[in-house]
């Protein structure tokens, strides 16, 4: 341990900094990363056979729109019971066990067995009725596959967890995404140019226009912008698409295309009611943000240091949470109870006394040291993280009353939710260094 002054990397830090080979195959996406991923594609596959389960006798049953599933190009390719027994009640039970399986992911219980089942079971429905492809389908299916693909133990499960440095997430699965979803897009892009629409610059206005428009405010502020605007904006969605493979061979040029069409897709998302195609390339969009576009903060004049209260129980599981995440070893941790936060605390005489949870402090120990309190504290100790968190961290767009509010209300509260310790606990050997006095 030592004080704010201490500002040695330990060999924790140095490891994910890039030391060593191990890091070759795996990529700086973060258990709680792939865990809050895993839910919002798990809820938005719930949300999708809810919604299917009322047309599916005909979309996909023997007495619906496809009377047979001869019909369709894809019969024979894969082995399929609704091209045996597809009865309205036969299809409504499968859209129901696909619904139980998407609830299973979603909670991650036999997640790997029920990615695998939930992809036979998407690629099933497709080949019952090839007209209800769009373009998201094959990416669905893509990110089931690749789901199974990620090592278990990852939080919010229904497994045991496994610690920080046990789970990682293969980069061959990162990149297998982001390729495969580069090459789908400049084909797209490629085919686009046989379209009238897409060379003379209105598919998008045609495409706000048709009958699946979504009335509103956003779509009426495109129709009025000037056709110079909306014929720009057409062949820079067109160029983007073309050129998508290009940008991907530089880390800040992919930034770029990644955040450019995951807007297109939220815009026509806003302005058109075909959610299913916009939610699904946004899952696709989502699976593949990479944690090192927004890098963790090193400060230069002093270290970032979290004092919290060694004996609470809420607070013991936030460090071991934020030491988990921190790959970088940017943070450093102090109990209020110790020397370091007594000195901290003697240099801001102004901090509210009531604070008896946690305080962030930047360059601490330096003439430029910084502390924040409550919820400005908490969120930006998230932005000191970098990658995934520092998204989350934008929540201080909301009214500080609120959020202090509600970070106050956990606060008063979390003896008794979370119980507490009778000492202080001492850090891990592998996390030693990160501690202060």
Known sequence: M?????????????????????????KLISRYQFAAFRILFGLYLIIHFIGLLPYGPELFSNQGVLS?????????????????????FVVTLFLLIMLVLASSFTVGCCRRTAAVLLWYGWACLFNRNNLISNPSIPYVGLLLLLCALVPLGEPFSLRRRKAAGEWKFPSAVYWVAWWLMAVGYTFS??????????????????????PLARPGLFRDIFLSLPAWTTKANTWAVLGLEILFVPLSFHRRTRLFAWTAMIAMHLGILL?????????????????TFDPDWLPARRLANGPSVVLFDGV???CDRTVQ??????VRGVLRFAPLQGATAREVLGRHTGLPTDIKSLIFVRNCGAPEEIAFV????????????????????????????????????????????????????LPSPATRAQFLD
């Open 312 to 314: 609470c129980g809420l």
């Open 68 to 88: 047979s599933a001869r019909l369709n190009f894809t019969h024979g390719i894969l082995p399929n019971p609704l091209e045996h027994w597809d009865s309205p």
């Open 189 to 210: 892009g490629c085919m686009k140019l046989y379209s009238p629409s897409w060379l003379d610059g209105t598919a998008l206005v045609h495409l706000v226009n048709n």
């Open 271 to 287: 302005m058109v009611d075909f959610a299913d195609l916009s939610l699904g390339m946004v899952m696709i969009h989502l699976f």
């Open 2 to 26: 030592g004080s704010c002054a201490d500002r040695d990397h330990d060999s924790r830090s140095q490891r994910y900094l890039g030391v060593g080979s191990s890091m070759r195959s795996t």
């Open 374 to 425: 409550r919820s400005r504290g908490a969120l930006l100790i998230l932005d000191e993280l970098g990658g995934f968190w520092r998204i989350v961290s934008w929540m201080r767009i909301m009214p500080r009353p609120i959020r202090d509010g509600l970070y106050d209300w956990v606060a008063r509260n979390r003896y008794q939710w979370f119980g507490t310790f009778a000492e202080c606990r």
């Open 321 to 326: 949470f934020l030491l988990g995440e921190d």
